[in-house]
């Protein structure tokens, strides 16, 4: 048997070095991936896009391979989903795994890198349209933080929502601090930002200052709670400042125990419009999965990650709902999916959590107002798998089975 990590000693790794976020180089035009990860990617386009496609806006993208082992493992999770083991404890759910109309208004998304094209291959392979986009831009120097032009011109006359990572310290510049941006010195860059967003026609973007500030490997993690919320004050009302934002702003969380409590890094009501956790398959507590480990097992795996690192737990999904209903404030999911991990924490092909996801979100007392799952499988061998279209066939029919009636519901058709 594989040794099974405890979660306080795997969460603060989540990103693999910031992999999982990692954006484009520096230099965009130099960047060989524009998404959070894909260092190793293939050479992209100019500006750190994909490749040009001769307009192929509505044109598929080619699919990659179904990962065999993943797959023979997720028919063992389809075929034993639900049998809950004495331990299991309840999950509040509006559906039961079936008959829910989506009809808390929860609005629906993707990540899919910097690329319209992308998404349309994506909406193509779903069956259904997306009205959100994840993104998230390069982040080396305050250049490319403030000014991101290669996004602003992928996502210019598309129909999507942004949803937007904003860098709180650029990660290749030395000297800056949380401090610092506590005392306004960096005010600028951030105004600058919310002027090229408003021109750019995205005066409305979901704002993700900071995000998963709480795992200790990202640049602006800092244990000075008082600086930290400081600094994210500045940077909200800077950003609201400038003429013609309706800019939200959402207080997104790393899910799950870190080193850093996030509790403590509320930043105050008047400065969030919404609380957002990052929610994957991911447990150290509960994985990786035994050598010799049966159908029985794979099932008690899967619901002992449930149960004490995604949705319970002390900082699980059960919390942060709560949390949000207590400071008056929608839930988000900006990034969730199911995760094979080189390090064997994640569930691989899991149906049962997506499954569960559905449940959550699709429970009226969750207040989720909107959902996104992340897209993506890396290249670079450290970042692992979430392609539901590349990778695992069963969470992908489950998903499709569950979400495509909500995504449809969501965008009127």
């Not at 001769?54 to 034993?80: D, E, N, P, Q, S």
């Not at 069956?127 to 996004?151: H, K, M």
């Not at 400038?242 to 409590?261: H, I, L, R, S, T």
């Not at 998903?399 to 495509?404: D, G």
Request: proline share 7%; net charge negative; with cysteine.
């Amino acid at each position: 048997m594989r040794a099974t990590p405890s979660d306080d000693a795997h969460q603060s790794g989540l990103s693999h070095g910031n992999g999982r976020h990692a954006a484009p180089e520096s230099d965009p035009a130099a960047a060989t991936s524009p998404i959070p990860g894909g260092p190793a990617d293939p050479p992209s386009g100019p500006g750190g896009k994909p490749p040009a496609t001769g307009g192929a806006r509505k044109k598929l993208l080619a699919a990659g391979a179904v990962v065999a082992l993943i797959a023979l493992i997720g028919v063992i999770f389809a075929v034993t989903q639900g049998s809950d083991d004495e331990t299991s404890s309840p999950t509040p759910s509006a559906s039961a795994g079936e008959g829910s109309t989506g009809g808390t208004g929860t609005k629906f998304g993707v990540f899919r890198q910097t690329s319209a094209d992308n998404v349309e291959a994506y909406q193509q392979w779903l069956g259904a349209d997306v009205e959100y986009v994840v993104d998230f831009s390069a982040r080396g120097t305050w250049d490319n933080i403030a000014n991101p032009q290669y996004l602003f011109d992928e996502w210019a006359d598309t129909p999507y929502r942004l949803v937007y990572g904003v860098p709180l310290l650029p990660t290749d510049v030395e000297g800056v601090s949380i401090q610092a941006g506590a005392a306004g010195d960096y005010n600028d860059y951030f105004r600058n930002l919310a002027d090229n967003l408003v021109k750019a026609g995205q005066e409305d973007a979901v704002l993700r200052v900071g995000w998963e500030f709480n795992l200790e490997s990202w640049k602006w993690a800092s244990d000075d709670a008082e600086s930290w919320k400081a600094f994210y004050r500045n940077v909200v009302e800077t950003m609201r400042s400038v003429d013609g934002a309706k800019f939200e702003f959402d207080w997104n969380v790393n899910g799950g125990p870190n080193k850093y409590d996030a509790a403590n890094y509320y930043p105050g009501d008047d400065v969030v419009d919404y609380v957002g956790v990052d929610a994957y398959d991911v447990s150290g507590a509960a994985y990786p999965y035994p050598d010799d480990c049966d159908s029985a097992c794979y099932v008690k795996a899967q619901k002992k990650a449930w149960d004490v690192s995604i949705y319970g737990g002390d900082r699980g999904l059960q919390y942060w709902s709560q949390f949000a209903k207590d400071h008056g404030k929608p839930l988000s999911i900006p990034e969730w999916g199911v995760w094979a991990r080189p390090d064997g924490i994640g569930g691989h092909d899991n149906p049962d959590y997506i499954q569960r996801m559905y449940d959550f979100i699709t429970d009226p007392a969750n207040n989720v107002a909107y959902a996104a799952y992340f897209e993506y499988d890396y290249t670079d061998g450290q970042g692992g798998q979430h392609s539901l279209e590349n990778s695992f066939p069963n969470s992908a029919a489950k998903f499709k089975e569950l979400f495509v009636p909500l995504y449809q519901k969501a965008d009127g058709s």
